[in-house]
Structures are given as structure tokens and as C-alpha cells.
T-cell receptor, first 112, second 115 residues
Framework: DAKTTQPPSMDCAEGRAANLPCNHS???????VYWYRQIHSQGPQYIIH???NNETNEMASLIITEDRKSSTLILPHATLRDTAVYYC?????????????FGQGTILTVHP | NAGVTQTPKFQVLKTGQSMTLQCAQD?????MSWYRQDPGMGLRLIHY???????DQGEVPNGYNVSRSTTEDFPLRLLSAAPSQTSVYFC??????????????FGPGTRLTVT
């Protein structure tokens, strides 16, 4: 899996968009970008994933640059319940199914 | 669906004791994994399985054994507990989707303290 780099912490005001960046400059062509989050003491929760195109679901949007070297997770209207650690992971599956590599992630704090 | 379930939620062991952490999933997922998370740290992979009867080591396998006799269950055995194994243990299951990706679903965790 390609190494990913994220800022250690970010703040966001409630109701505003939270934009979480991730650098994955060595990502290979068959590696997807996944985002998970972990709310205090709970198991990680899948948010979204993408390969080349931008993706949107009910939780968030994922913007991947054209060269795929970086991506941004967007929470359009952050709430206090979005305070969590957010993990960006590059993973290809294949023979490494089941082996997600979690880094330190970004601690997002949403404040009133 | 109950998703991924883990038992027990909390456990205290003495050094040298053995025990088994249970993990079960009812989503018919092929892939299952065990992670540990130490305070203030990210998750580290202990063992994983790509199907019944097939397991492999992750990043930190020493001191742990696994087996996968059924699709549903993936127990983690601590052979001789040590204080360094004090951690929160998460089990996860996943499937390979038609779009070519897969997502992991995590259980609530088991908080283990070894004294």
C-alpha cells in the first residue's frame, strides 16, 4: 500500500465544511483511496472510497486530483458528532485483502 | 444483521494467562482481520484471513494465534498474556465488491488489560 500523509489535527466550526487533505504521491494505478473515521473508543467506520473520479455519498465527498497524488475528504456541513480521527488509506486489495494499513490520521475537532 | 460482534467487551488478565477473544460476523464476508490499538496510536494488523481455513500474519503477530474454521468466526488466542498486550482489540470483516474495491466493517472492540 502506498504511504499516506495527513495533518495531525484540524479544527472546524459547526455548520461549516470540513476539508481534510491527504497526500499519497506514490499511489499506484490499481490502488483505491479509502477514508475511515474513528469516533472516540469505537471501531473505525467506513466513509467513502474512490479510484480516479470524485465520489459523493450521504456522508461525504471525495475529491481526487487528476494525477491521483492527493485527495480531499469533504464533510459539507460538519456537526459536533463529526469530531473524530479520520484515516486516509491507499489500498489495492489483490493478495492483500484484509490488510488495511492505518496511519496516525487527522484528529478533526468540530467546535460550536 | 448484527454485523461484527466481539466478546467480551472488557477483560482483565494476569501475566501468563491465556484467553480467546471471540469475533463473529453474519454478513457472509470472506475476509476477516484482527487489529490492536494502543492508547493514542493508530490500528496495527495482527492476523487476517481471506477465507475459511486460510490465515496469514499481519504487522504484529507475535504472541497471538488465529484459526478460521468457518466463514462466520475468527477467534484470536493470546497464548501467554503479557502487559505489552494491554490494548483495545478490533475485529473486522470485509468483502470484495463488483466495483473492484472493498470496505471493512469493524466490531465494537475488546478492551484488554494485562496486569
Amino acid at each position: 500500500d502506498a504511504k499516506t500523509t495527513q495533518p495531525p489535527s484540524m479544527d472546524c466550526a459547526e455548520g461549516r465544511a470540513a476539508n481534510l487533505p491527504c497526500n499519497h504521491s506514490t499511489i499506484s494505478g490499481n490502488e483505491y483511496v479509502y477514508w475511515y473515521r474513528q469516533i472516540h473508543s469505537q471501531g473505525p467506520q467506513y466513509i467513502i472510497h474512490g479510484l480516479k473520479n470524485n465520489e459523493t455519498n450521504e456522508m461525504a465527498s471525495l475529491i481526487i486530483t487528476e494525477d491521483r497524488k492527493s485527495s480531499t475528504l469533504i464533510l459539507p456541513h460538519a456537526t459536533l458528532r463529526d469530531t473524530a480521527v479520520y484515516y486516509c488509506i491507499a489500498h489495492s486489495g489483490g493478495t492483500s485483502y484484509g490488510k488495511l494499513t492505518f496511519g496516525q490520521g487527522t484528529i478533526l475537532t468540530v467546535h460550536p | 444483521n448484527a454485523g461484527v460482534t466481539q466478546t467480551p467487551k472488557f477483560q482483565v488478565l494476569k501475566t501468563g494467562q491465556s484467553m480467546t477473544l471471540q469475533c463473529a460476523q453474519d454478513m457472509n464476508h470472506e475476509y476477516m482481520s484482527w487489529y490492536r490499538q494502543d492508547p493514542g496510536m493508530g490500528l496495527r494488523l495482527i492476523h487476517y484471513s481471506v477465507g475459511a481455513g486460510i490465515t496469514d500474519q499481519g504487522e504484529v503477530p507475535n504472541g497471538y494465534n488465529v484459526s478460521r474454521s468457518t466463514t462466520e468466526d475468527f477467534p484470536l488466542r493470546l497464548l501467554s498474556a503479557a502487559p505489552s498486550q494491554t490494548s483495545v482489540y478490533f475485529c473486522a470483516s470485509s468483502y470484495f465488491s463488483a466495483s473492484g474495491s472493498y470496505e471493512q466493517y469493524f466490531g465494537p472492540g475488546t478492551r484488554l488489560t494485562v496486569t
